[in-house]
């Protein structure tokens, strides 16, 4: 909110000391540039690459391709220096030899270290200078005071990488969930010009979740579950399965919230192969989440993938709506059910698209004897909605709601 709050903010413009010369501090962004470039912790820093050079001789060997020189890079650097904690636009050393023998060090240290490899692989590569959506939005003025944060841009070709590599899990052109603040300031290394640059990532996060199931006569579910995760939605599964101290706190952390749930044979593919879908796999049964009234069986079907509460509750809204990057959630179910069973209530196809096709829902649903299929899909291809696009957004969530918590009702014969 403070982001929309107006205020007045100050910078330190100049010095002047009685005795000395008149010094400029910041007051344009060229100026602001050339003072980064003398920085010891952010230019000087960048330009001690003797450490560099010896080291990159390992790194890319006889590689020549420059994609491929960057994929090399980034892998050595996040894979050799662990994130403390701690972001910042200056580095907490002088010199990046210091950082590589520590193995650690701040947001700084880390991507601007992978910047000297990458000059010194001679890969056209810049800083970007940030502020992350939990620090605000920057003013847009000259102040440097209000970046908080610096990623690495590469120029291949036509084409801008965006480099993070704090986190092992992350990819080029994936950065930090917290630095997806739309735009970043490109410091050009060569002269004293700066330029704001695009941060958003146009890639769809996709969840796609299969439940293939079966319903027996004691009303009990029990079948098999895949879900497939990418991009951003694939990062935090890849993170919370690390993270966990095993994989039973795991599963339990997973199961807490979705009652009834039961989990046995669980397998999990592609956790460190980045550029393949996360896919998980498990056998699960599924208890009192069937409802029985006289000869009839009740129960919703998306269990617990269902969007349960529209989380736009105002009336009208200022301010836009923030993703921070595209999505699209898929949810497929398959089951089966006793041949004494008949349908006697199902939901109805339903398909709902915002203006410009920017948002959708889809509810499908298809039956053959002793067999529902059903499919629903929530799509948003930004990660900025405008308050002009409230009510689009308000709506479309209480139609998935309202969708997605109808039932199933079968009859015994």
């Known amino acids: 909110m403070e982001d929309y709050v107006s205020k007045v903010g100050f910078e330190l413009s100049s010095i002047t000391v009685p005795g000395q010369l008149y010094r400029d501090v910041t007051s344009t962004w060229p100026k602001i540039v050339k003072v980064l470039k003398e920085d010891e912790n952010f230019g000087s820093f960048i330009n001690r690459r003797s450490y560099s050079k010896t080291l990159l001789k390992d790194i890319i060997k ?12 980034f892998n050595y650097v996040k894979n050799n220096i ?17 950082i590589f023998e520590k193995k650690s060090g701040n947001s700084a240290d880390i991507n ?39 990623v690495v841009g590469a120029q291949i070709g036509e084409k801008t990488i965006l480099l993070d590599a704090t986190d092992k899990n992350h990819m080029p052109d994936m950065i930090a969930f917290d630095n997806l603040c739309h735009e970043g300031l490109k410091i050009s290394l ?17 969840k796609n979740v299969n439940y293939i199931l079966t319903l027996d006569g004691e009303n009990k579910i029990t079948g098999t579950m895949y879900l497939s995760t990418t991009n951003y939605e694939a990062f935090d599964r890849r993170s919370s399965y690390q993270s ?10 997973y199961k807490n919230g979705k009652p009834g749930l039961g989990i046995k044979k669980y397998k999990i593919d592609n956790l460190t192969n980045l550029n393949e879908s996360l896919v998980e796999s498990m056998d699960i049964s599924i208890e009192d989440n069937v409802e029985e009234a006289g000869n009839l069986i009740y129960f919703t079907p998306l269990f617990y993938e269902r969007t349960k ?32 069973y008949q349908l006697d209530k199902v939901p109805k196809n339903e398909k709902i698209v915002l203006p410009e096709e920017s948002a959708s829902f889809t509810f499908m649903f298809a039956n053959e004897p002793g067999k529902i299929v059903i499919s629903s899909k929530i799509l948003f291809k930004k990660s900025l909605y405008t308050p002009e696009e409230y009510h689009y957004l308000k709506e479309l969530f209480k139609n998935i709601v309202r969708k997605q918590s109808e039932q199933i009702v079968l009859k015994k014969s």
């Open 62 to 73: 006889t590689n020549t391709n420059q994609d491929t020189i960057v994929q090399l890079v």
């Open 82 to 98: 662990k994130f403390n904690g701690d972001i910042g636009k200056y580095t907490s050393e002088t010199n990046p030899k210091t």
């Open 244 to 253: 966990a101290s095993n994989e039973d706190d795991f599963l339990k952390s």
């Open 309 to 340: 509460e529209n989380p736009f509750k105002l009336e009208e809204r200022n301010f836009p709506v923030d993703f921070g990057h595209p999505t699209e959630e898929t949810i497929r179910l398959n089951i089966e059910f006793p041949k004494e």
């Open 112 to 150: 601007l270290s992978l910047l000297t490899l990458l000059l010194e692989a001679k890969i056209n590569a810049f800083p970007i200078l940030l502020s992350t959506r939990s620090n605000g939005a920057h003013p847009g003025f000259p102040m440097i005071t209000q970046f908080n944060n610096v």
């Open 190 to 206: 060569t002269d004293e010009n700066a330029e704001w640059i695009s941060l958003e990532d146009p890639t769809i996060s996709r």
